[in-house]
């Protein structure tokens, strides 16, 4: 097995092989997800008794430009209540392990900062976004440790909504008009099942961005909205 240093991209496409008998079952799957022990799998549908916890299960890693990266780890945890995100022992050739407690995703969609009753939402646009939390662009500054409600809108018809701390606000050196922040929200009290949502919407997402991160999802909306102005 070649030893790497570097995590996949995330999302990433992986063959998940379970045994049944002495063979060796390849199945489509989707990296979703890499914290520091274990690495998130995302299946197209649930695999019974072959994904139960301690059962030994191998990944699959093709590269264009080097051998494939061929692991034996076992099942964790089933994360969320429908069984089509599954959590594995982390391989050892992703060493070191990773400094996020989640793996964040590239895109560029946007999300609305609540926050107050008696105020309008705050208009953003992601940069990254995870389990954990997301960076975002806007225009309104809000102070560090202030907790609000954020509504991130995966598609033009499905919103995310949960509460979020402030961990980081600091200017946007790409703004020329310096009027921009970043702003760095770490998400609050999600349960497993929003957990498993949020992981495998986000993994949809960006596997198919453009050059500025922009999903399918918003792409196709922009040229709807072109077409019938």
Avoid: Y
Wanted: glycine share 6%; with cysteine.
């Amino acid at each position: 097995m070649t030893q790497q240093s570097e995590e996949p991209t995330i999302p990433g496409p992986v063959t998940l092989e379970t045994l049944s008998g002495d063979e060796w079952q390849p199945h489509v799957a989707t990296i979703a997800n890499l914290t520091r022990g274990e690495v998130w799998i995302g299946i197209d549908e649930p695999l019974g008794e072959l994904l139960h916890p301690e059962r030994r299960v191998r990944l699959v890693l093709r590269h264009e430009d080097r051998e494939a990266q061929t692991a034996e780890t076992i099942v964790l945890w089933h994360i969320g209540s429908d069984g089509r995100l599954v959590a594995l022992m982390r391989p050892t050739f992703w060493d070191p392990p990773s400094r996020r407690a989640h793996s964040r995703a590239w895109l560029a969609i946007p999300i609305h900062l609540h926050h107050s009753e008696a105020e309008p939402p705050a208009s953003a646009r992601t940069t990254n976004v995870g389990v954990g939390g997301v960076h975002c662009l806007s225009d309104v500054a809000v102070p560090v440790g202030q907790k609000l409600s954020v509504s991130l809108k995966l598609t033009p018809d499905q919103s995310f909504d949960c509460r979020a701390e402030v961990v980081r606000v600091e200017a946007n050196t790409d703004d020329p008009s310096g009027r921009q922040v970043v702003i760095g929200l770490r998400f609050e009290d999600l349960t497993q099942d929003e957990q498993a949502t949020l992981a495998l919407a986000l993994a949809d997402l960006a596997a198919d961005v453009d050059a500025d991160f922009v999903p399918l999802a918003w792409r196709t909306a922009a040229t709807a909205n072109e077409t019938d102005a």
